[in-house]
């Protein structure tokens, strides 16, 4: 069953969102981290994935704090991302409480680095953020998406398959944020490729008939935001997705 994720992103202490990565589309919510991440639990989601902004652009994360208060009150699995580029930022992240680490432009940069993690923390522990805007050219963008890199996506996922990746989190960023659901074709193609390769889809996700045929597909995980902040997917549409546990 595929796993369903709600991303929670901070940018100066607000939970935000934005269309296809543009900062100056953002629009903030009336929503205390905290809080959010409860209703998620109390819902039956038992995985986060908590992006902070503000590291994203400092490159190097800001909001450890975060994870701190969602890890202290919540029993939520955080996957965090957000300018990850060192050994220590990844330390950090889990002592503050993360489980999992997802980075990005560290792999576009510093390719050997980003391999070494996934030897040294370990694959369960490790995603690979691979994302795009153009589906043709398949170019990787990395930093906040304000960059692009000659690297094309599956020469990019080629590189970490053979040095043990498991996980990767790709996002078709042109259908980010604007509910006109997601890239269909991308995914497959990802899944047609790297069949070994657990993906999580991300960007464009409309409601339950969505994540049902990403599901359909063997999509490991779909990452939803705007369509929960927005009101029109409900949390007690997901629960057909939740694995019950025995009594």
Do not use: C
């Not at 409860?38 to 652009?57: C, M, P, Q, Y």
């Not at 070994?196 to 990403?214: N, P, Q």
């Amino acid at each position: 069953m595929i796993q369903v994720i709600p991303s929670i992103a901070i940018r100066k202490g607000r939970v935000v969102r934005m269309r296809k990565g543009d900062p100056s589309s953002e629009k903030a919510y009336d929503e205390n981290p905290l809080d959010l991440a409860k209703r998620f639990e109390d819902s039956g989601i038992e995985v986060v994935h908590l992006v902070d902004l503000d590291g994203a652009e400092r490159g190097s994360p800001v909001n450890y704090h975060i994870i701190e208060q969602i890890s202290a009150y919540t029993d939520l699995k955080i996957d965090f991302t957000g300018g990850i580029s060192t050994d220590g930022d990844i330390s950090k992240a889990y002592e503050a409480g993360a489980d999992y680490i997802t980075a990005s432009s560290i792999a576009v940069t510093n390719q050997e680095l980003f391999a070494s993690w996934i030897v040294s923390f370990g694959r369960e522990k490790i995603t690979l953020g691979a994302d795009v805007t153009d589906v043709k050219s398949m170019n990787l963008l990395f930093r906040g998406w304000q960059r692009k890199s000659e690297l094309t996506l599956f020469e990019h996922l080629e590189y970490f398959h053979e040095r043990g990746l498991k996980y990767v989190k790709s996002t078709d960023v042109s259908r980010d944020g604007v509910l006109e659901g997601p890239n269909f074709e991308f995914y497959q193609n990802i899944r047609d490729r790297f069949p070994e390769l657990s993906v999580l889809a991300s960007g464009g996700i409309r409601g339950v008939d969505d994540i049902k045929r990403l599901n359909e597909m063997g999509v490991f995980g779909v990452i939803f935001g705007k369509a929960y902040y927005e009101g029109i997917l409900k949390l007690k549409d997901l629960e057909q997705f939740f694995v019950k546990k025995e009594s």
